[in-house]
C-alpha cells in the first residue's frame, strides 16, 4: 500500500491496516516528511505525535515535485493493492498520479482520496483541517454555551472518524475487488464524517419544520432531558438517563422515587419537552453529594449509566482503559516506552497490539527502490546524489 498522507486523517487509516498486517509505504516529501514529525511532544528530533500515527510504515522520502520520483512511483503501482492520499483537490492529477493513470497501470488498484470537503461542490478546492469542517457541518454551532462563543473541542474526532471512514471504505473496495476483479476510487472527507456525527440535530430541525432549531446547551444535551455533566463536591459526573427505565432507578437513587410517575416526567417525549426541570433535579441532587467516585459507584449499582469526568492523567493510568485495551504502552527505540491508543477493532482469530516500529525518514528508500521498484543499486544511488530521494536517520 502506497500512503501519501500526512498529520492525522490519513494516517488514522493507515494506522489501523498496518496493524493488521498490511504493508504500508508511507511516501513522504524530502527533507521535512509528514509535517507530523515536527508536531508535540517532542524529545529532541523525535515526535510522540508521530510514533503514536506511523509505528509499523516503511518511509519513502523523495521529492515529488521531480519527473524522476513520478516514474519511481508508477514502478510501484503494480505491485500495490491501494493508494491513500489526503493532498488538495488537483494535486495528484498534477504530479500525474492521479486516479485515471495509476488505474491504467493497475486495474485492480484502489484508490482512496481524504479531504476536507470532498471532491465536488463549492467547498471542494478549500483549505481545510478539523476545526474549520467543524464549522461547516453545524458541529461547532452545538459545542459550549449558548450565551457565549462555540468551543473547540481539545481533540480532532472529525480526523479520526473520516480515518475510520477511509479504513471501512478500503476494506470494502478491496471486497468488491475479491468479488469483481475491478479496483475503484474511494472518498471521505471530514465534512461528511461530521455530518454523521449529528445523532439528533439535523432531523430535530427538519422534522419539526424548522420550529426546534438545536443550540449548544453547555453541559446537557441540547435536546434529551437526563443527560448532561453534573458537578459534585469534589469532581464532575456524567449522567445519561435516557430510558424509562434508566430514569426510575435514578429517581431512586436520589430518594426522589417520586419523581418517576410525575405527568411531566412520564416518558422520555415528556422528559425533552421538560428537559430543564428534569436536569435542575438531577444537577441539585449531585450539588449535595461529597464525592464523585462515591456517585458513580451508587449510580453503577442501580444500572444507571453514568462516569467520572476523568482527567488525562486519570485516564492515562486508569486500570478499566488498560484491561479493555483503550490505550497500551508502545516501544519505541528513541522515545522509551510511548502511552498511545489501543487498536479499536477486536478481531477473535487476528491477534492485536503488534510489536511494530517507527521508521526514521527516508530509512526504506533502497529496499522500496530495488526490492519492490526493481530498480539497480545504481540507479538507486544515482537518485540519491542527485537529490530525488532523501534520508534522514535522526528523524
Known amino acids: 500500500m502506497l500512503d501519501f498522507s500526512q498529520v492525522l486523517a490519513g494516517p488514522t487509516a493507515t494506522k489501523l491496516l498496518v496493524e493488521l498486517g498490511a504493508e504500508v509505504i508511507k511516501v513522504e516529501f524530502a527533507e521535512e516528511g509528514d509535517p507530523g514529525r515536527t508536531l508535540p511532544r517532542l524529545r529532541g528530533s523525535r515526535s510522540g505525535y508521530h510514533v503514536q500515527q506511523n509505528r509499523g510504515k516503511r518511509s519513502l522520502c523523495l ?5 524522476r520520483a513520478t516514474e519511481l512511483i508508477l514502478d510501484l503501482v503494480p505491485h500495490v493493492d491501494v493508494v491513500l492520499q489526503n493532498f488538495a483537490l488537483g494535486v495528484m ?47 461547532l454551532h452545538m459545542l459550549g454555551y449558548e450565551d457565549r462563543a462555540p468551543i473547540l473541542a481539545g481533540i480532532s474526532p472529525g480526523d479520526v472518524l473520516t480515518g475510520v471512514h477511509a479504513f471501512g471504505g478500503v476494506a470494502a473496495a478491496l471486497f468488491h475487488r475479491e468479488r ?6 474511494v472518498s471521505v472527507s471530514l465534512l461528511d464524517a461530521y455530518s454523521t456525527a449529528h445523532e439528533v440535530n439535523w432531523q430535530e430541525w427538519s422534522v419539526s419544520g424548522g420550529e426546534s432549531e438545536p443550540i449548544r446547551r453547555g453541559n446537557v444535551h441540547p435536546v434529551v432531558g437526563g443527560v448532561g455533566v453534573f ?41 425533552v419537552t421538560n428537559r430543564d426541570e428534569v436536569n435542575t433535579f438531577i444537577a441539585t441532587w449531585l450539588a449535595t453529594q461529597p464525592h464523585r467516585d462515591d456517585v458513580v459507584n451508587l449510580l453503577d449499582d442501580c444500572r444507571v449509566p453514568s462516569a467520572p469526568v476523568l482527567t488525562l492523567a486519570e485516564a492515562a493510568q486508569h486500570p478499566y482503559l488498560h484491561e479493555a485495551g483503550a490505550v497500551r504502552w508502545v516501544d519505541d ?27 526514521r525518514l527516508g530509512e526504506d528508500n533502497e529496499y522500496v527502490t530495488c526490492e519492490l521498484a526493481g530498480r539497480s543499486h545504481d540507479e538507486y544511488r544515482a537518485l540519491v546524489d542527485e537529490g530525488v530521494l532523501f534520508h534522514n536517520p535522526d528523524s
Open 93 to 139: 492529477e498534477r504530479l500525474g498520479l492521479g486516479y485515471d493513470v495509476v488505474s491504467a497501470v493497475n486495474p485492480r488498484v484502489v484508490m482512496c482520496n481524504m479531504s476536507a470537503f470532498g471532491r465536488q461542490g463549492p467547498l471542494a478546492y478549500k483549505p481545510g483541517y478539523d476545526p474549520i469542517a467543524q464549522s461547516w457541518a453545524g458541529v
Open 333 to 359: 527505540d528513541v522515545l522509551g516506552k510511548v502511552l498511545v491508543p489501543g487498536m479499536p477493532i477486536k478481531f477473535s482469530e487476528t491477534p492485536g497490539d503488534a510489536s511494530l516500529m517507527t521508521h
Open 63 to 67: 521529492d515529488l515535485r521531480d519527473p
Open 231 to 271: 458537578e459534585t463536591g469534589d469532581g464532575y459526573v456524567t449522567v445519561a438517563a435516557v430510558n424509562n427505565g434508566q430514569w426510575q432507578r435514578l429517581t431512586e437513587a436520589m430518594g426522589r422515587p417520586e419523581l418517576s410517575d410525575d405527568p411531566r416526567f412520564a416518558s422520555n417525549p415528556d422528559r
Open 180 to 185: 469483481t476483479g475491478r479496483g475503484q476510487e
